[in-house]
Structure formats: C-alpha cells, structure tokens
C-alpha cells in the first residue's frame, strides 16, 4: 500500500528512565492522520495531539531531574490519568467507524518509544500485543542524511524547519514527527520508496558505510558555507540562528573567524549537543568588539536577554542572590543591614551551614554527601574532623563552633593553596631559568627514567583504587573541601563587590582598554565619569541593594576575565569610583 494513503498513527512518549524494567511511562501523546496528505508542512499548528500525563506506581515522586527535563511538575502529576484508561483511550482512536485499520505507528528513535509502549500493553491488554509496528524516522533519516551532524529529533526538525519547545513533551514531539514524516516522504519517493514493504525492506538493510574519505568532508548544514567563512578575525560575540531566526546559542570569541569555523571542521570530539546544535543553524550574526573580554562580557548580557536553548550556563532561570546576617543564621534575597554577607548564588554556602548544624545537632544526613555514603561512615568521618586537625579544640565544647570559624578554617585551607600554588610557579620559573642555560641532558635522562617507573605500575593496581568503594577518609577531605568551597565563594563575593563601582584600565590582546562600571553596569565609553576615590563604593552601604543575577553574572564574569588579562599581559589598574559619578 502506497505511504501516502494510507492512516498512520504518530507517537511519543516521555519516561522517567531509559528502559521499562527500571521506569515508567510519564507522559504518552499520539496523533492519528487519516492519511500523510492530510495535512500540508505549513499547518502543522493544527493537529489535535493527544497527550496524557500517566500516574506512577504508588503515586511516586517525579524525580528533580525529570522535573526539569520535561517541565512537569508534582503538582501536574494530581491531574494523572490511570495508565489503563490511557490504554483503552487510545485503542479507542485506532479503531474510528469506517476508517483504515492503522498499521504503523511513527515515532522517532521508535526503538525506544515500543519498548514503553509494547509494556504498556503487555500489563493493560493481556495476551493481545501491539496492534502496530512500528516505523522509526531516526533510521529513515540516518540513511537519507548521512552528513548530517545529528538526527536527533531536535536537530532534524530545526534542519527542515520545526522549532521544537525546549521542555520535552510528548504534544510536541508528536508533531515534530509529523512534520519530519511529511518531509522524509518526498525525499523517499525521489529515491522510488513509495510503498510501505519498499520502506521496510529498506529499513532492513544495514546502514550505509561513511568511507574514510567522508568522514574528513565537512558536514551537511542548511547554513551557506561562505557566511562562516567570510567572518573578521576579530574579538566578539556570535549568535547562531535557526530557520525563523530564532537565537539557539550565544558565544565570545578571540577570533569571530577561527571560533565560529571549529564547530563545523572534523566529525571528532564534538558531543552530542553540539551536533545538535549546528544541524539547526541557518544562519550567524556576529557583533564585534575591542578586546576578548568585553565580548565576554557582552556575551553574558546577551545569554540574559534572549534566554537561548543551547546556552546552559549564564542563564536567569531558577538562580537568586542570597545574602547572609553577620552569624550566618538569616538569609535574605537582598542586602540589607540586617544581611550584610554576600551576594551568593541561591544555596551554593548552605553545604557548611548544614556541616555545621550536622555537627551540633549530632546527626548524619545523607544529602551532605550526595548520598555517596551511610550514616554509620558520616559519623566516623565527623569523629575523625574532631579528632584531629584545626577541629579538634571543638570536640568537648561543639556549641562554641559557628559558621564563622568554620569559614575562618576553610581560610586556612584556601591560603595554603595559593601559597603551593605559588611556590609551584616559583619553581617552574627557576627550571625554565635553568633550562635557558643548560642543556639538562643529565636531568633529562632521570625525567626519563621516573617516567618508566611509574609506567610500571600495575594496571590492576591502577584500577582497584578507581574502583574502591568511598571510606571516612575521602568524607574527611570532603568535609574540608566543603570549608574551602565556602570560604572561596566569600572572598569572591567580596572581590565582586569591589568592582561594582570601579574604573579599570588594562590590555588585552595587544590593545588598551579603559571600562567604567556604575552599580555593575557598564558605562559607554564617551561618558565622563568623576575619578575621585572613595572609602564606600556607592551613596548607599549595601552596595547590592536592588541589584540582579545579571549583575552577578557580569561581574564574576569581569574578574575572570582580568584573572586571564593579569596573568597573560600583566596589566590591569582598578580604581574605585563613587556611586554618584556619572556627569
């Protein structure tokens, strides 16, 4: 029977694991065509998907991590169908008066969605099985495009044009499959497959070999290649586009040309995401800047605004400022006389908080270590920190610990590092000192000689101490790395703070810049701006007071950024400024 007229049914489903035997169904959505020309690409908006949450086993808790992948929340998981009624539903919708019997059901990557769907039956229709097979537009697209970057079904719908939602549901997967289905139709009859046994024949067939000469060619994209290739070779931002000129990601660049040109050279070391990712990009639009650093932080600002699919870190959603009281027992989403300490992101400080009341209250919970360990080795561990070491005077006295001792600790820790890490950098000059002098003939032989001796340690060995299970030892260094995490994060909050209001001159790549921040916004560089020192930062002494993650985000990102500058270039002035400086 011809594909074209005959009723397909289109499914998908979304679960909370990757197989049926450790997950369930969460979400099932399916859309019955009456035949492939009944709906043209343009109007694929229109379908009447089906989609039904589907409720779990003894009511379980969606996971977090499901939460955020598909943006279902507990409190939609009330409306929850019984998985019986979804069955019967749908067995319902195959079976319309005087309609074509359904024969397949498309899904994408099908392999996975009849595994689920081939259980759900098994449990609610009893001794019937499925009444489809099942055709995967994945595997039809891994024939038709072999040199495309990715055929995930994001990446092959933004190829022909679909933009799917960034959550996964199934009411839009369904459609995308639809409108991937539409366009795989036509480039299957041009290559004379027109009947479905043609298509399953097809499909039988192994996938077609990539010859090692291809795999060294470019890939497939719908971008015109001399767009990318046109690009300055200077510092900026890029935005990669797709179809509707949609931002998909946002990024800086030393060189707008050498960046923008790695994401399509070579198959090899690219993930999945970026596969998917550059299958979608129709077009670039580039902005460019003095130096490496002003597009980072242009790039930071731009991540804020238009909140691109692909971009994962720097973005808004679901991250706040915290602010501290002096002893650490009050937090508050502004700063303010009463919480002074700060900013932090959300809860990254709560782990010493929790160590501390853990050790107070002589509980062990799991969470402090992502579960990785007992209570019964939570609590040798918290023996030995006071057995031993900086904690120790704490042991018979334990109300007299706070989190501001705990923080003076991690202090401790934080200004052994730096002073290794210096004396490693000491050394290394004075080697390289040596190294312009002499030939080192003789010190290379024995670098040599420690090589091979490490060489012959056995890899059983190697592999038993990866493989070990965690002990009290390793919560130990948790614990301390815990303190030293924290105890980072307050000085860096303090360093933020310092370039709030500030002038800073530095060099970059050779060119030398002058930038202005006023309550963390950067000013335009025609600005006068009043070069008056102050002892307090702003008119107000909470410098934070209605100030945002993007602040945040800009700022952190400005002291990376001089960290790199200072260390390659070796040049950077930074001059407070008043609040109240602009002209």
Same mark, same amino acid.
């Given at each position: 029977?011809?594909?074209?007229?005959?009723?397909?049914?289109?499914?998908?489903?979304?679960?909370?694991?990757?197989?049926?035997?450790?997950?369930?169904?969460?979400?099932?959505?399916?859309?019955?065509?009456?035949?492939s020309k009944a709906l043209s690409q343009s109007s694929q908006a229109t379908l009447s998907v089906k989609s039904r949450l589907i409720r779990q086993p003894d009511d379980q808790v969606l996971p977090m991590r499901i939460q955020k992948i598909t943006g279902i929340t507990a409190e939609a998981m009330h409306?929850?169908?019984?998985?019986?009624?979804?069955?019967?539903?749908?067995?319902?919708?195959?079976?319309?008066?005087?309609?074509?019997?359904?024969?397949?059901?498309?899904?994408?990557?099908?392999?996975?969605?009849?595994?689920?769907?081939?259980?759900?039956?098994?449990?609610?229709?009893?001794?019937?099985?499925?009444?489809?097979?099942?055709?995967?537009?994945?595997?039809?697209?891994?024939?038709?495009?072999?040199?495309?970057?990715?055929?995930?079904?994001?990446?092959?719908?933004?190829?022909?044009?679909?933009?799917?939602?960034?959550?996964?549901?199934?009411?839009?997967?369904?459609?995308?499959?639809?409108?991937?289905?539409?366009?795989?139709?036509?480039?299957?009859?041009?290559?004379?497959?027109?009947?479905?046994?043609?298509?399953?024949?097809?499909?039988?067939?192994?996938?077609?070999?990539?010859?090692?000469?291809?795999?060294?060619?470019?890939?497939?994209?719908?971008?015109?290649?001399?767009?990318?290739?046109?690009?300055?070779?200077?510092?900026?931002?890029?935005?990669?586009?797709?179809?509707?000129?949609?931002?998909?990601?946002?990024?800086?660049?030393?060189?707008?040309?050498?960046?923008?040109?790695?994401?399509?050279?070579?198959?090899?070391?690219?993930?999945?995401?970026?596969?998917?990712?550059?299958?979608?990009?129709?077009?670039?639009?580039?902005?460019?800047?003095?130096?490496?650093?002003?597009?980072?932080?242009?790039?930071?600002?731009?991540?804020?605004?238009?909140?691109?699919?692909?971009?994962?870190?720097?973005?808004?959603?679901?991250?706040?400022?915290?602010?501290?009281?002096?002893?650490?027992?009050?937090?508050?989403?502004?700063?303010?006389?009463?919480?002074?300490?700060?900013?932090?992101?959300?809860?990254?400080?709560?782990?010493?908080?929790?160590?501390?009341?853990?050790?107070?209250?002589?509980?062990?919970?799991?969470?402090?270590?992502?579960?990785?360990?007992?209570?019964?080795?939570?609590?040798?561990?918290?023996?030995?920190?006071?057995?031993?070491?900086?904690?120790?005077?704490?042991?018979?006295?334990?109300?007299?610990?706070?989190?501001?001792?705990?923080?003076?600790?991690?202090?401790?820790?934080?200004?052994?590092?730096?002073?290794?890490?210096?004396?490693?950098?000491?050394?290394?000059?004075?080697?390289?000192?040596?190294?312009?002098?002499?030939?080192? %003939? *003789?010190?290379?032989?024995?670098? @040599?000689?420690? /090589?091979? &001796?490490?060489? $012959? !340690?056995? %890899? *059983?060995?190697?592999?038993?101490? @990866?493989?070990? /299970?965690? &002990?009290?030892? $390793? !919560?130990?260094?948790?614990?301390?790395?815990?303190?030293?995490?924290?105890?980072?994060?307050?000085?860096?909050?303090?360093?933020?703070?310092?370039?709030?209001?500030?002038?800073?001159?530095?060099?970059?790549?050779?060119?030398?810049?002058?930038?202005?921040?006023?309550?963390?916004?950067?000013?335009?560089?025609?600005?006068?701006?009043?070069?008056?020192?102050?002892?307090?930062?702003?008119?107000?002494?909470?410098?934070?007071?209605?100030?945002?993650?993007?602040?945040?985000?800009?700022?952190?990102?400005?002291?990376?950024?001089?960290?790199?500058?200072?260390?390659?270039?070796?040049?950077?002035?930074?001059?407070?400024?008043?609040?109240?400086?602009?002209?």
């Amino acid at each position: 029977m011809k594909l074209a007229d005959q009723p397909f049914l289109f499914l998908d489903c979304q679960t909370t694991g990757a197989t049926p035997q450790s997950a369930n169904i969460l979400e099932l959505g399916w859309y019955l065509s009456a035949d492939s020309k009944a709906l043209s690409q343009s109007s694929q908006a229109t379908l009447s998907v089906k989609s039904r949450l589907i409720r779990q086993p003894d009511d379980q808790v969606l996971p977090m991590r499901i939460q955020k992948i598909t943006g279902i929340t507990a409190e939609a998981m009330h409306d929850a169908h019984l998985a019986s009624d979804v069955v019967n539903e749908l067995m319902q919708d195959l079976a319309p008066p005087g309609q074509a019997k359904v024969r397949f059901a498309v899904a994408h990557y099908a392999q996975f969605e009849h595994a689920f769907v081939n259980q759900l039956f098994a449990d609610h229709v009893p001794g019937q099985g499925l009444p489809f097979d099942f055709i995967c537009t994945c595997q039809i697209a891994k024939r038709l495009y072999p040199d495309l970057p990715s055929r995930a079904i994001r990446a092959l719908g933004g190829y022909f044009g679909f933009s799917l939602t960034e959550m996964k549901r199934s009411s839009c997967h369904v459609e995308a499959t639809y409108f991937i289905w539409q366009r795989l139709l036509a480039d299957l009859a041009a290559i004379g497959i027109v009947e479905d046994e043609q298509l399953i024949e097809w499909l039988r067939q192994p996938l077609p070999k990539v010859s090692a000469k291809a795999k060294k060619n470019p890939y497939a994209i719908p971008m015109e290649r001399l767009k990318r290739l046109d690009l300055p070779a200077s510092p900026g931002i890029y935005r990669m586009l797709n179809c509707d000129g949609k931002i998909l990601y946002v990024g800086k660049a030393t060189s707008l040309k050498s960046r923008v040109n790695s994401y399509f050279r070579g198959r090899k070391g690219k993930d999945s995401k970026t596969k998917e990712l550059i299958s979608q990009i129709f077009d670039i639009a580039v902005e460019v800047v003095a130096t490496p650093l002003e597009a980072a932080l242009l790039e930071t600002d731009l991540i804020k605004k238009h909140d691109p699919p692909y971009n994962r870190a720097l973005r808004q959603r679901g991250r706040v400022l915290n602010f501290y009281s002096a002893d650490f027992s009050q937090v508050s989403l502004q700063q303010d006389s009463a919480h002074i300490i700060g900013p932090f992101i959300s809860d990254t400080f709560k782990p010493l908080l929790d160590f501390l009341q853990a050790l107070q209250s002589q509980t062990y919970p799991l969470d402090l270590f992502w579960g990785l360990a007992s209570e019964e080795l939570i609590a040798k561990a918290f023996d030995l920190v006071l057995e031993d070491g900086p904690l120790a005077k704490y042991k018979n006295n334990i109300d007299d610990l706070t989190a501001r001792r705990l923080l003076a600790i991690g202090m401790s820790s934080v200004r052994q590092e730096i002073n290794c890490l210096r004396a490693e950098k000491r050394e290394q000059a004075r080697l390289e000192a040596i190294a312009a002098l002499d030939d080192l %003939s *003789d010190s290379s032989a024995e670098l @040599e000689s420690e /090589e091979c &001796d490490s060489d $012959d !340690l056995e %890899s *059983d060995d190697l592999e038993s101490d @990866e493989d070990r /299970e965690i &002990d009290e030892n $390793d !919560l130990v260094e948790m614990i301390y790395g815990i303190l030293a995490r924290s105890a980072k994060l307050h000085l860096q909050a303090k360093k933020l703070t310092s370039l709030l209001n500030s002038r800073i001159a530095f060099s970059d790549g050779g060119v030398s810049r002058n930038l202005s921040f006023i309550d963390g916004q950067l000013l335009d560089s025609h600005a006068e701006v009043n070069l008056s020192t102050s002892t307090s930062s702003s008119t107000s002494i909470w410098p934070w007071t209605n100030l945002e993650i993007d602040t945040y985000d800009r700022m952190r990102v400005l002291l990376t950024e001089l960290a790199r500058v200072s260390q390659k270039d070796k040049h950077v002035e930074i001059v407070k400024l008043t609040r109240n400086s602009r002209r």
